[in-house]
Nanobody
Framework: QVQLVESGGGLVQPGGSLRLSCTSS????????IGWFRQVPGKRREGVSC????????YYSDSVRGRFSISKDSASNAVYLQMNDLRPEDTARYFC????????????????????????WGQGALVTVSS
C-alpha cells in the first residue's frame, strides 16, 4: 500500500521561504511521479508542481513557476517543495499526491487538470504566509 506523509508546514512572513517534505512508502521501482496540490477552504484544489521520479522531469503551475522548486532524495524516498518569495496568496494546505494506476504519466504539462484521477493523497501540511 502506497502512503505519503508531508512535513514542514508553518507560519512564514511574506517574502520568506519554507520547504515541504513528502516521504513515500510502498512504491516498487521508480516509474511513478510525486506532486503537490494545495487547497484553501471553500476553493478547489490547485495543482502546484509534479516530478517524474524516473527521468526527473518537473512541471509547475503558472502561479508558482520561478518561485517554487521540486526535488527529490531517492535514498530517503523524499520529495521536497522549496518555496521562495512566499506571498499571502500562497497560504493553503499543501497535499503530496501520487497515483498507482498511471505510473509517472500523469506528471505532464497539464497535470493540474488530473486532480480527480489521482488516488494517493497525504494528509496535508498547512502553510500560512502572513506578517
Amino acid at each position: 500500500q502506497v502512503q505519503l506523509v508531508e512535513s514542514g508546514g508553518g507560519l512564514v512572513q511574506p517574502g520568506g521561504s519554507l520547504r515541504l517534505s513528502c516521504t513515500s512508502s510502498g512504491f516498487s521501482g521508480n516509474d511513478y511521479a510525486i506532486g503537490w496540490f494545495r487547497q484553501v477552504p471553500g476553493k478547489r484544489r490547485e495543482g502546484v508542481s509534479c516530478l517524474n521520479m524516473l527521468d526527473d522531469t518537473s512541471y509547475y503551475s503558472d502561479s508558482v513557476r520561478g518561485r517554487f522548486s521540486i526535488s527529490k532524495d531517492s535514498a530517503s524516498n523524499a520529495v521536497y517543495l522549496q518555496m521562495n518569495d512566499l506571498r499571502p496568496e500562497d497560504t493553503a494546505r499543501y497535499f503530496c499526491v501520487s497515483d498507482t494506476s498511471w505510473a509517472a504519466h500523469w506528471c505532464r504539462p497539464d497535470f493540474f487538470r488530473l486532480e480527480g484521477f489521482l488516488n494517493v493523497w497525504g494528509q496535508g501540511a498547512l502553510v500560512t504566509v502572513s506578517s
